[in-house]
């Protein structure tokens, strides 16, 4: 019986101590994620395509910054009404809705990134992965604080550690914090590291995406020229010392791939019957374009065809530039006092085989806008040398090019970055040449070049849907003077809209850190009329 026991005893002993020693091997589903089978920076491939989604279509810019800033306009009459927002800055029924959508898309964006900079922040082989998650990681929260003003920043992303309400980051302060994380950034890409995988912007090309660190340094440092123009000269500098875009190539955008579910987020609004029926280029924009015969004209615009009334015809229209007509903004087809027919040089309606159509001879984005696979650009070589063109005027250190070159340089950029929408969305080099010839950089004052910059650069970005950057250079240079529209019932006091407001669950789940947040806005209220403080 003794005997019988010990040898029970030792095979228990035995076989618990097998059990032991292989028990995570053969606890361990092979197929499940582990730090040592995962690749984290795949969460950069989410963090890109998030971001992408915030600054486009519904998520807020053709709903907002699109008329705010006079490139598109529309009637907002029948199944359009959401474009009040943007046309008239009348609320419609999901306003507050629209507005959070930003906020949203872009905090979830640099926690995707965040992520990678968390788990491979000490890691040296991954220097490259952790520099481009804080690439994006900055771009999401300066879109942000762009538009909204004061946010998280700092504290932000500290949910494990059990910081769910964070401090909103004076504007002032999170500026600076992201030009410095920026530096940082730019310095770590080393070509002897370890690849990016999973890029959507540029493929692991480490030299591509320092030349971005920098040119995002320069497009945050330029916001500056307001409110800190010395800060603003001393982070330019930086940018251009350490290399910004040198030419389209460097663009950042990311095409469409409608096959897999990831379609263009501004095709998908404009091709909407509504939408089609009802969105206009503006007159502002068409205007403009005619008196400085732009060539991109007829690229981008089109006259429906005529007898155009059907809301899902997506007939080619005429793009011959002498025939363009801008919508003005603040107009209806309501029959009232601001009905189109009652605007200055209304042109007539078309009669179609559904009746009359008021706009029908307004200009219209032509075709390949309403590709879903076409591009969405975040941020182009055209404007970065625009910027460095203004900043060259201002009298700063940014590189041996004058500022006419720096000018033409910016043009040349956005004719070619128009050119990747596809077939017939371009103008040539020539085209680009003879315009230049034509328009060049005036130089008789800082004001004449600093005007012609700044409007060069509203238009070129509007051409390329990237509405809130548009925007946000308008508000802190006043370029293009835009006359705003005063209409009955506006959320901003008849004043051009000069942010947009907090989401509403920030008051109820984030309320102190929200409350301090609004001392940063003159005045210190959620307005539309409210100025982020760079803005003052």
Known sequence: MKWLSYLFISTLVLTQVS???????????????????????????????????????????????????????????????????????????NTMSYTANSWGSCYRAASLANEIINIYGKDAERVNAV?????VKVMSVAYLTDI????????????ATGVTQPKYDKQEVAIKAMLADLEKAAGMFNAGKLAISADLFYKGDVAKWKRLANSLMLRIAMRLVKRDAATAKAWAEKAAAGGVFTSDADDVLLPGDQANGYTNPNAGPLRTPADLYEVRWAKTLIDYM???????????????????????????????????????????MNGGATDISRAPGFPGATDGAGGATKIGKYSRPRGFYRNLDAPVFLITYGETMLLLAEAKVRGWNVGSATAAELYANGVRGSFASLAKYGAGAGSTPADATAYLTANPLNVSSTAASLTQ??????????????????????????????????????????????????????ASLNGAAYSAGLSGLTPATDGWSSRVWWDN
């Open 131 to 135: 520099a481009a998650a804080t690439v």
């Open 148 to 159: 909204y003003g004061d946010v998280p920043y700092s504290e932000a992303f500290q949910g």
């Open 453 to 506: 910059i700044n409007t060069q650069y509203w238009a070129s970005n509007g051409m390329l849907l990237n509405f809130a950057e548009s925007w946000s250079n308008w508000r802190r240079t006043g370029i293009p003077a835009l006359t705003p529209v005063v209409a009955a019932g506006n959320f901003s006091n008849g004043q051009i809209p000069r942010r947009q407001m907090y989401p509403t669950s920030e």
């Open 19 to 93: 059990c032991t020693k292989d028990f995570e091997k053969i606890n361990t589903d092979p197929s499940r994620a582990t730090p040592d089978n995962f690749d984290a920076t795949f969460f950069l491939t989410n963090a890109q395509n998030t971001y992408k989604g915030a600054i486009t279509g519904y998520a807020g810019p053709i709903l907002f910054q699109s008329g705010w800033v006079q490139l598109l306009a529309s009637t907002t009459t029948g199944g359009a009404i959401y474009y009040s927002n943007m046309d008239k800055y009348v609320q419609s029924a």
């Open 290 to 332: 005619q008196a400085t015969s732009d060539p991109r004209l007829a690229a981008i615009a089109e006259v429906p065809a005529g007898g155009f009334n059907a809301n899902n015809s997506f007939d080619a229209g005429d793009n011959t530039p002498a025939v363009q007509l801008g919508l003005p903004n603040g107009y209806d």
